[in-house]
Every structure is written in structure tokens, then in C-alpha cells.
């Protein structure tokens, strides 16, 4: 094994010879230390060459198109500053009209809540019309109750004409037929 120095030494004048025959373009990387302290050889670059880590990935004309698509803020040559126009007299008076009734609804809307944190507070004290309000909400709830699911459906109203009723049973009785034809089938073939 040679010396550290005497290794950096020829290393160097390699350098200095490559570079002597160098042609237009070209380059040399100055030799590099591995961890174990050795150096690596020079290394002659030609020239044009690209490192195959800076080499632009390929993309095709439909990922470019849709890039630039994904950028543009409107369709296809749209020009934002073409259609701002200056706004009229009645525009920006229309606008103001706007502007106010948003306020005063936002206003209205805050009585309403001062009103009713009021009524919650009035709740401990009955009035007639919170008996009336009552009342309504007792009869709906004893209704609610009322109501009951089943699996079978009720007819709420007979039907008008005994034409529809037969209809109207047609397809269950052919449901019937068909189920007991099925069975019939199944029960042959096991004897």
C-alpha cells in the first residue's frame, strides 16, 4: 500500500496531464476521498454531457396541456382585465341597498336571539299563549305515540270499486300461485 501522500501526489499530476489534453467543452472532476481515506480517480466530464439525476423527466403534450390549463383562472382566453368594467351609478347604488338590508337583517337577527333568551327567562312565569303552545305540542306528541310499524301494512281506505280490489290482489295471488308450484316442483323431486 502506498503512502496517503504520495497517492495524492500522483493523483494530482494525472489531473495536470487530463487537463493538458482536454478539448473544448470538457471538464475534470478533482478526485474525491473516500471514507477510508483513499482517493478516487479524476474524472473526465465530455462536454454536452448531463448528469442522468439533472436529466427533466419526459412529460407528454397532454400533461403540459393540462398544467397549463390547472393554471389558468378562466376558460381558454379569458381575459379577466377585459371584463371588469367600471360600475354604473345604479350598480353601486344597488350595491349599497345590499349592503344594508344584509346589516339589518344581521341586526334583526340578534333581537331575535336577545328576544328569545328573554322567553326562556319569562318560561318560569305561564302566559295564555305558552298554554295555547302547550297544548298543541301535547296533542302532536300523543299522536306520535299513537302511531305504531308493523311488518304488514293496513289500507288506510278500502278501495272505491271492486275492480281495483280484485287487481290489487292479483299480483299477491299470483305471487302465491307461483310459490306453491315451487314447493310442489320441490317436494317431487325428493320422492
Known amino acids: 500500500m502506498a503512502s496517503n501522500n504520495g497517492g495524492g501526489e500522483e493523483q494530482l499530476t494525472k ?8 478539448k473544448e467543452g470538457e471538464r475534470i472532476l478533482a478526485p ?5 481515506g483513499t482517493l478516487r480517480k479524476p474524472i473526465r466530464i465530455r462536454a454536452g454531457y448531463v448528469p442522468q439525476e ?3 423527466i419526459y412529460q407528454s403534450k397532454g400533461a403540459l396541456w393540462k398544467k397549463e390549463m390547472a393554471s389558468q383562472v378562466g376558460p381558454p382566453g379569458y ?3 377585459m371584463d371588469t368594467k367600471p360600475k354604473t351609478k345604479s ?11 344584509l346589516q339589518a337583517a344581521l341586526e334583526k ?3 331575535l ?3 328569545a333568551d328573554d322567553e326562556i327567562k319569562k318560561e318560569d312565569v305561564p302566559e295564555e299563549d305558552s298554554d295555547h303552545g302547550s297544548e298543541s305540542v301535547k296533542s302532536l ?3 306520535m305515540t299513537e302511531l305504531a310499524v308493523s311488518e304488514n301494512p293496513v289500507p288506510t281506505s278500502p278501495p272505491s270499486n271492486s275492480v281495483q280490489a280484485s287487481d290489487a290482489d292479483a299480483p299477491v295471488q299470483d305471487l302465491d300461485k307461483k310459490i306453491r308450484a315451487l314447493k310442489k316442483r320441490r317436494h317431487q323431486g325428493y320422492n
Open 91 to 101: 350598480a353601486k347604488r344597488n350595491e349599497r341597498k345590499k349592503e344594508k338590508r
Open 79 to 81: 381575459d379577466p382585465a
Open 54 to 56: 439533472e436529466v427533466a
Open 109 to 111: 337577527g340578534k333581537n
Open 32 to 36: 474525491t476521498r473516500r471514507p477510508d
Open 141 to 143: 306528541t300523543s299522536q
Open 15 to 22: 489531473m495536470a496531464e487530463l487537463s493538458k489534453t482536454l
Open 113 to 115: 336571539e336577545a328576544e
